[in-house]
């Protein structure tokens, strides 16, 4: 990979009279020079304080000699972009990332990949977990950058002087930044494991289906998981039209119904508008927009079962006793961090523990789940299954 020619000071200065890319024209043009690049840096600035999608306010991009910030509000066509996303000879250098996935697959219906995450890579080199882009720049390049502009209104035109330079700066110093950690996790012997998690990250999100996420909803109601099956039914549809809601009407899930009044309504099981008046946290506008809708839910759903049969059952919660167990098998997990050097959150999450607890009843016996094969298997399943086996 040819990187001799990123120069972070170069794009640092750029920062201060960043390009911009507001046209379908410009894009393309721009776009052909990136297809050259072994990576390039990307960013994003939006919104989300009132809708269920965030909305675009810019797109900041850094290569090899500029930053560049494209409009998205006068932008139409991506397809130029999408094909740098999806090139497989430029690598997309991204920090914390998730909600930057989120938009471009909702904007222009990809992400990008190969993908790079330096948050994830500061994990692996022990820096810390979730470690913010300024904490990461200080510890890297000794530079700090202000947090002023995080809040403002990224759909205002103009921008101002201030936002444009904030913006420009979280992406003129990334790539600097991956080259730096490449080479530590390489000495290290940790970047396959990187690459590994940044795989699994990737094929995660691409997997994502809404239309089953919808239908799915319901099976995080844990509090839910022992209540009748036409109560479940009930509860299935009721979060499936939640979720539906949402996303036609482009408002946060709070706003169409909140996942406390989705229980209480549940555990109460209204009939009619002025017993669903008095379920907790009801708002008066949803009783009067949606309250009929909730209450056919409610009355069809015993019908439905019998003419559907019983929908999947939420899974039971885990003893209490295992809060005990997981400390003891985080603890384990500790020693290897340190030993390792990478930040030992890293490697076991509550749900990978779950699931490695549940392998139990699926196989009459502990296994590694899917969730904690590969790296971490390899450093600690033979020691967690040997304590799993003296419970």
Known sequence: MQT????????????????YISSNQELATICQHWLTLPMIAIDTEFQRVDTFYPIAGLIQIGDDRQCYLLDPLKISDYGPLVEVFQAPTVLKIIHAGSEDLELFKQLIGAVPKPLYDTQLAAAFLGWGFTMGL???????????????????????RPLTTKQELYAALDVA??????????????????????????????????????????????????????????KLVALKRLSSWREEQSRARNMPRNWVL???????????????????????????????????????????????????????SIKKPLDPVWNKRFRAIKKLA??????????????????????????????????????????????????????????
């Open 4 to 19: 001799e020619k990123y120069d972070w000071q170069v794009l640092e200065a750029s920062a201060l009279k960043p390009a």
């Open 134 to 156: 300024q904490r990461l720049l200080e510890h890297v390049l000794d530079i700090k950058i202000g947090k002023a502009e995080t809040t403002s209104n990224w759909l205002q």
């Open 173 to 230: 110093y990334l790539i600097e930044v991956c080259q730096q950690q490449i080479a530590q996790m390489q000495d290290r012997q940790c970047y396959s494991w990187f690459l590994e998690d940044s795989v699994k990250s990737l094929e995660k999100i691409a997997a994502v289906d809404d239309l089953l996420e919808c239908e799915n909803y319901y099976l995080r109601f844990s509090q839910l998981w022992n209540v009748p099956d036409y």
């Open 258 to 312: 909140k996942n406390q009044t989705i229980i209480g309504i549940i555990n109460q099981w209204p009939s009619t508008t002025g017993q669903l008046s008095r379920v907790e946290d009801m708002r008066g506008k949803s009783l009067r927009e949606d309250g009929d809708i909730i209450l056919t839910i409610l009355a069809d759903a015993k019908q439905l079962l019998l003419d559907e049969g019983a929908v999947q």
């Open 334 to 391: 500790i020693t290897v961090a340190e030993e390792q050097t990478i930040a030992p959150e890293i490697f076991l999450r509550k749900k990978d523990l779950e699931a490695l607890v549940r392998t139990k009843e699926q196989y009459g016996e502990y296994r590694i789940p899917k969730e904690l094969a590969g790296w971490r298997e390899q450093l600690l399943g033979a020691e967690i299954l040997a304590l799993l086996a003296q419970y």
